[in-house]
């Protein structure tokens, strides 16, 4: 692998070609499970990389306020009829820089700073940007917080009505980073015209399984859908807001003029593109894999001995809990990476210890399922995790290695979309 298919690149600037091309090989060797990331096609590549990106197109299609839109606005129209298509919904934004700025943009439509709002706790599963505290989301605005119940693992639906009755928040966030388990949209829906709220479904993490049918849809039943589109929808790093006709307006008002400024139409181009590949028949079967995996992979690490958070997993995610076992969540996570598999230490519900050295690690399959790995990989996939898992608590170096060099091994027989052969 050379840094050869970025010439103009290696010509202009050979330090950051190369870092770009060792971030090739890196992508290419390893087993990604980091339940966030993906690998975007060639074709979402490419169209992330065109001179779109020369222009400035502030204002949306038919009412910019730059000249020369022609194009620029056939490519955010095509976006936004994919994205009302493919989720079934009045209206689109596919405006947002990225997933933190779409939720801001939905306080900006919906609250004012002071009110309350309410979503899931970080340490129990849910986003920053659902009101915690460090985020501005939790310094602006006054965020109540629900959780799982300690028994189940499961989102507690009676405890999220009683809060939300107790305190009438304005929005309610449901969704959230480390959730394993289908999210009852109906359920929420009933509570927040209980509550009189307005409800943002963040499908951040699950947009993918829903495209493709392998979660149920929040369409019919939530107020505003906010998404990134590069996690389990495989499109470039951004993020959409999607609502019914009614609150059309205030969603496009928050985005532009009230959040930001020019559109990245480069990346409007890409999601345009990610949009129709999530639309064929390919990404039904893609989005249903990815939950088989997880389900397979889950099921062979309950075998390993490790105990899952919830108990196992409804879609692409699994949340371990190395609370029983001797590494915390940090090093564990760290001898993984140095064995060829890439995850993230992430807190667990209830969890003893710090934030920032937690319990858990979080895993996903939507990485492993693009490159064709399927449910007869998984108990090898366990395997090699638990063999890390057992050398990180030996300081077995050695281990950690041969490890290494079987993923190596395996990764090259199933090469990932966007990424030069080996
Ligand atoms: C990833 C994520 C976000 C934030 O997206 P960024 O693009 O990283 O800003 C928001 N909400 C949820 C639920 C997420 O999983």
């Known amino acids: 692998m050379s840094a050869s ?12 070609a190369s870092f770009v091309a060792a971030e090739e090989v890196l992508q290419a060797q390893t087993l990604r499970l980091i339940p966030s990331e993906n690998y975007v096609s060639a074709a979402v ?16 299609p038919g009412r910019r306020y730059y000249e020369g839109q022609q194009n620029i606005d056939r490519v955010e129209a095509l976006a936004v009829e994919r994205a009302k298509g493919l989720f079934g919904v009045d209206h689109a934004n596919v405006q947002p820089y990225s997933g933190s ?6 306080y900006l439509a919906f609250a004012k700073p002071g009110d309350t709002v309410m979503g899931m706790a970080l340490p129990m599963g849910g986003h920053l940007t659902h009101g915690w505290g460090v985020s501005a989301t939790g310094s602006w605005f006054r965020g109540v917080q629900y959780g799982v119940r300690a028994d189940t693992g499961l989102i507690d639906y009676d405890a999220v009505r009683d809060l939300a009755l107790a305190e009438r928040p304005k929005l309610i966030f449901c969704g959230g980073t480390a959730l394993p388990r289908t999210i009852d949209f109906a359920a929420f829906a009933e509570i927040a015209r209980e509550a009189g709220s307005i409800l943002v479904a963040d499908v951040a993490h699950i947009a993918g399984l829903i495209a493709g049918g392998a979660h149920p849809s929040p369409a019919d039943h939530v107020d505003v859908i906010s998404t990134t589109t590069h996690k389990t929808l495989r499109g470039p790093r951004g993020a959409m807001l999607m609502c019914r006709e009614e609150h059309a307006k205030a969603i496009d008002k928050a985005v532009f003029p009230g959040l930001q400024g020019g559109p990245h139409n480069q990346t409007t181009a890409g999601i345009a593109v990610a949009l129709h590949e999530a639309a064929q028949p390919s990404f039904v079967s893609y989005a249903h894999a990815v939950v088989a995996n997880a389900k397979a992979l889950a099921a062979a690490l309950l075998q390993k001995g490790f105990d899952l958070v919830s108990g196992g997993t409804d879609n692409h995610l699994i949340l371990i809990d190395l609370t029983g076992k001797d590494v915390p969540g940090k090093i564990a996570a760290k001898a993984l990476d140095r064995a060829g598999i890439v995850v993230n230490y992430n807190t667990v519900p209830f969890d003893p210890r710090k934030p920032f050295d937690p319990s858990g690690v979080r895993i996903g399959t939507p990485s492993l ?29 050695q281990a950690l290695a041969a490890i290494r060099a079987e993923v190596t091994d395996l990764m090259a027989a199933f090469p990932a979309p966007g990424l030069p052969l080996a």
């Open 369 to 397: 399922t693009s490159r064709g790995l399927s449910t007869e990989h998984m108990p090898l996939v366990a395997d090699w995790i638990s063999r890390a898992v057992d050398a990180a608590a030996k300081g077995d170096e």
């Open 101 to 106: 700025p779409a939720n801001l943009a939905v």
């Open 5 to 16: 298919r970025h010439p103009a690149l290696l010509a202009t600037d050979p330090e950051l």
């Open 45 to 60: 590549l490419e169209a992330s990389g065109t001179v779109l990106q020369n222009k400035y197109s502030e204002g949306y």
